[in-house]
Each structure stands twice: as structure tokens, then as C-alpha cells.
């Protein structure tokens, strides 16, 4: 049942992942916390959060997701850092990155009935894991590239 609502959430994602990535950049790019991002392209963000959304959808189907959220958010650990991104930054651009998912599947009406809600509950409940487990890697990645640095 839960991953019916799953498969429609995410092929809500799927099918609008340039539409919630341009909102995004949007964002981002004038956020207040995230200065570093204001002198990237819009272009540039969109590819940042499409690249996002691909990845974040095929991890939250993998059925032993924490190798591939290893590399995954490895990567957009050393990405961010290379780039010069401050660690706050860059775990405030993925929180963002979760509040545009969620605003523009409730702008899709994809939680039509009760039993609907209480499955978005299920859904959200496993992308705060998969967030939350992102911001612990990239926070420890952050780490081991600062003291390398040293």
C-alpha cells in the first residue's frame, strides 16, 4: 500500500523534476543563508537539484539504501566543499531541496484522501530518515576534508 503512494508521489518527482528544480534554484540563489549559491546560474542550480532528485528517488526505492546514500551524499559532500560551499550552506541548500519535494507534490494534490495522508506520513517519515542520514554523512565528510586540508 505505502509504496503505491510512493510510486505516485515519486513519479509526480520524476515527471516535474526540472519544475521543482528551477523553484528551487530559485531559492536558493536569494537566500539569505545560502550566499554561496547566489553567484551560480540558474542553469548551473537546476542541474545541481535535477541531479539531486534523480539520485534522491532512485535511494528512497533501493531496498538497502544506506550503501548508495553513502556514495551519494559522499560525493555532494566533496562536491560542495571543493567548490568552497561552508558546511551550513550546503545542508541548508538540501534542506531546501526537501521542502521544495514535498510543497510541489502537495501543489499536485497527490494526498487525496485520508488514507493518502497517512501514507504521505509513511513517505515523509522515510525521507526525514534518508535526510537526516545525509546530513550526519556530509557533516562527517565536511570533517575529514577540513582536517585533510590542514
Known amino acids: 500500500m ?3 503512494f510512493a510510486d505516485r508521489l515519486f513519479d509526480v518527482v520524476v515527471k516535474h523534476k526540472r519544475d521543482i528544480a528551477a523553484n528551487w534554484a530559485k531559492d536558493v ?4 543563508k545560502t550566499p554561496s549559491y547566489h553567484d551560480y546560474t540558474q542553469d ?3 542541474s545541481f537539484a535535477v541531479d539531486f532528485y534523480e539520485n534522491f528517488t532512485n535511494l528512497y526505492f ?12 559522499t560525493k555532494y559532500a566533496e562536491r560542495r566543499f571543493q567548490e568552497g560551499t561552508p ?3 550546503a545542508l ?3 534542506i531546501m531541496m526537501r521542502r521544495h519535494l514535498w510543497l ?3 501543489m499536485q494534490v497527490v494526498f487525496t484522501s485520508p488514507l493518502d495522508s497517512y501514507q504521505a506520513i509513511e513517505a515523509i517519515t ?12 556530509i557533516s562527517g565528510k565536511y570533517e575529514e576534508l577540513l582536517k585533510a586540508k590542514k
Do not use: S, W
Not at 540563489?29 to 539569505?32: A, E, G, I, L, P
Not at 539504501?65 to 551519494?72: I, K, V
Open 2 to 4: 505505502m509504496k503505491v
Open 29 to 32: 540563489r536569494k537566500n539569505t
Open 44 to 46: 548551473q542550480c537546476i
Open 62 to 73: 533501493e531496498p538497502k539504501p544506506y550503501a548508495g546514500q553513502e556514495e551519494y551524499f
Open 87 to 89: 558546511l551550513h550552506e
Open 92 to 94: 541548508h541548500a538540501l
Open 104 to 106: 510541489f507534490a502537495d
Open 126 to 137: 522515510k525521507t526525514m530518515r534518508i535526510f537526516d542520514f545525509a546530513i550526519y554523512l
